[in-house]
Structure formats: C-alpha cells, structure tokens
C-alpha cells in the first residue's frame, strides 16, 4: 500500500459559523479520534504530516427542504470522459490522483500537491484519459498557497471539457457525485450529499509549509487518496468542487487508518476557475496581502519618542507606515 500525506489534528479546535458557535463548540478531544489525509497517492518520500485546524458553517438551520439523490448513472456516463488520472514521477518518488479537462485545447485542473513531486525536481507528468489513452503533460502553473495546479497536453483528439457549476448555487443536503481514480483506479464513482459549506482546513504544503483550503465544500461521498484533483458534481453534472482532502480514523500509533469516513473537503469551484484562468493566462498566482505587522515597543522607548505609535524601518509596514505619517 502506498504511504498517504497525514494531517494530524490533534488538539486543534473544530468550529462553526457564529450563529452556533457559542451554543455548540467541538471539544479538542473530539477531534482525536480523526486526522485528514491529502487525497493523492505518493511512492517514496514525498508524506508528512502537520496540526491542521477545520471551521466553517455546517448544515444546522439550513432549511427542511427534502433533497432527492442523484441517478448517478447518468452523472457518471456524463462527467467520466472529462476525469483524467494522473502520475507524477520525481526522483524522490511518484504518485498518482486526479484530474478534470477544463478547456478543449488541453488544459487540466487538478491539486498542486498530486504534481508537487515532479515539479520541484524536474520530473515527468503523464494523463490517462477514461478510454486508456496515455499522454504526457507539462505544468502550466501552480498555486501552492490553495493547493491547485493546471497541466496542458499536447493531443489532436477531441476532448471533453467538463461543465462548471457555481459555488453560490450549492446547499446543504444537496446530492453531489464525486469521480476520480482513487489508489489509481480510474473512473471510481462515489455518491453522497453537501455536507456543511464555508470550511476552512489547513493541508500540507510544499516545504513543509501549509496550503489552505478556504471556503471549502464538505462532503459525505467517499474521498480517498487518489481522489485529489478530481471532480466534484451537481445533479447536472456540473463541476461544484475539487476534491482535495479526506479524513480517516488513526491507528493507535497515530498513522492514518483505513478509507474514507465520510468526511471530504473538496474546494470550491469559483476559485478554482480563477485561480485556473490566472495561471493559464500568465503561468503564476498572485495573492494580495496587508503590508501589516506589529512589533512590541518598550515603554522607554516610546516615551523618547513621543509617540505610541511606531514602524520598524525594513519591516513589511514601514514603507506605507512612512506613507501614511507614522513615526518611523
């Protein structure tokens, strides 16, 4: 069995929207008993593990409405032509996960953490398609930070681009189809419904650094290493999310233990189509940010200045603190 990258969620705090949060907090040794794991499937030395902490809205209050399941069958029929599988090869290791056709002229939408292998060491990508067929691919880009990456093969065959949903029109309770390949079985389709919306879960990162998944789509149908990059779909067949994380039950030991327990997160379409747009259109993501930082003063020297409010010269706010008439 291939090793799977553990999130560890010990003592982290698990929490809801405002509207619960101050009648139903999980406790931290709740969340003991669960520990994330990123979905793709790695060979080699490419696993680790970090806290990771969840949040978001869960389906309380969401309304009575009854949802009926999809009829999967002609979801799947629909979405799988669209769903490519992936192996990323590097000279640390391999690994394999998932993958959706976004535009006709090849380009494929996936998590950054199924291809990182390859490309911090010059390795090699290839896309099997649902018929067998088996290309290779370059890296168009990649965006550590929300853990999402864009591949592009060059093929004359005709591709199947797979439809985009909205993120504004999923609900809680709504029946949702997830298609990947995981453990690399290709074509693999799993059912279930939304189960909260707007998480928030931090992942493993490139460098021993951490992506965030925000505003994260939760899910019952089952996520498991390998599922990662692939798709997430309405009714309609429409792409609503990137199935991205999943949790398991630790051995004692505390390793991850076996296959999904119906906890998924999977991120959200909207950004995922921007984030795609972006690094097909200039190879890269750019993140805004607040130039803000604080630093304690010491009483004394505040008091030599005159002032209790100061900026440390070189700092990420000093420049606009100067800007704005701070004392430097």
Request: charged share 10%.
């Amino acid at each position: 069995m291939l090793p799977v990258v553990v999130i560890a969620m010990q003592g982290a705090d698990v929490t809801e929207s405002e509207h619960v949060r101050g009648s139903r907090r999980w406790s931290p040794w709740m969340v003991l008993v669960a520990a994330l794991v990123v979905g793709g499937c790695t060979n080699g030395s490419a696993s680790s593990s970090a806290t990771s902490t969840a949040s978001g809205n869960s389906g309380a209050g969401s309304g009575s409405a009854t949802v009926s399941a999809c009829a999967v069958t002609p979801v799947a029929n629909e979405v799988i032509p669209s769903v490519v599988t992936i192996a990323a090869h590097g000279p640390d290791g391999s690994g394999t996960g998932s993958g959706e056709v976004i535009k006709s002229d090849g380009y494929i939408l996936t998590n950054n953490h199924v291809i990182s292998i390859a490309a911090a060491s010059g390795g090699s990508v290839e896309v099997q398609f649902s018929d067998g067929q088996v290309e290779p691919a370059t890296i168009t880009g990649r965006d550590p930070q929300t853990d999402l990456a864009v591949l592009k093969v060059q093929t004359s065959r005709q591709l199947k681009v797979i439809a985009l949903g909205s993120s504004s029109s999923v609900q809680v309770g709504e029946p949702v189809v997830a298609i990947g390949a995981p453990l690399g079985l290709s074509g693999t389709v799993t059912s279930g419904i939304v189960s909260a919306l707007n998480r928030t879960v931090q992942v493993p990162g490139d460098n021993d650094g951490t992506a965030l998944l925000v505003s994260a789509v939760q899910t019952d149908a089952s996520i498991n290493p390998g599922n990662s990059g692939g798709a997430l779909v309405d009714c309609e067949g429409k792409l609503v999310g990137v199935p991205t994380a999943g949790a398991t039950v630790p051995s004692p030991s505390g390793e991850s233990g076996g296959g999904s327990i119906g906890l998924g997160f999977a991120i959200p379409v909207d950004l995922a189509k921007s984030i795609a747009d972006e690094i097909i259109a200039t190879g890269r993501v750019t993140h805004a940010f607040f130039g803000v930082q604080t630093t304690p003063i010491p009483p004394a020297a505040a008091a030599s200045r005159g002032t209790r409010r100061a900026v440390r010269p070189g700092s990420v706010a000093g420049r606009p603190g100067r800007h704005g008439g701070i004392a430097p």
